[in-house]
């Protein structure tokens, strides 16, 4: 069974950072695929960030909105999934979800609530 758990999440001040950890376990392999999405009150749950496997390693692709200021990056083989989270706006307030995929299959976890605010 396909458990995923994020943590890390927390209150910060505008300007602040945060890094937002997801634990898969039960993949299996290191073959998968990772994102990070989020959902703020009142609105949908929107993309934040993804991970692609090139021919030279991981390449993360991001939102408008965080480009510059979020980095995510994974330890494959321990199927740890990172969202660094820099200069953070009050915009940025959300639970945030990271998504596992493998073999057809879409995992999501519990999310992790961050909050910007002064």
């Known amino acids: 069974q396909v458990q995923v758990v994020e943590s890390g999440g927390g209150l910060v001040e505008p300007g602040g950072s945060l890094r937002l950890t997801c634990a898969a376990s039960?993949?299996?392999?290191?073959?998968?695929?990772a994102s990070w999405y989020r959902q703020a009150p009142g609105s949908d749950r929107e993309f934040v960030s993804t991970?692609?496997?090139?021919?030279?390693?991981?390449?993360?692709n991001y939102v408008t909105s965080v480009r510059g200021r979020f980095a995510m990056s994974r330890d494959k083989a321990k199927k740890i999934i990172y969202l660094q989270m820099n200069n953070l706006k009050p915009e940025d307030t959300a639970v945030y979800f990271c998504?596992?995929?493998?073999?057809?299959?879409?995992?999501w976890g519990q999310g992790t609530q961050v909050s910007v605010s002064s």
């Open positions: 998504n596992v995929r493998k073999g057809g299959g879409s995992y």
């Open positions: 039960g993949l299996g392999s290191s073959d998968y695929w």
């Open positions: 991970l692609t496997q090139t021919a030279t390693g991981d390449r993360a």
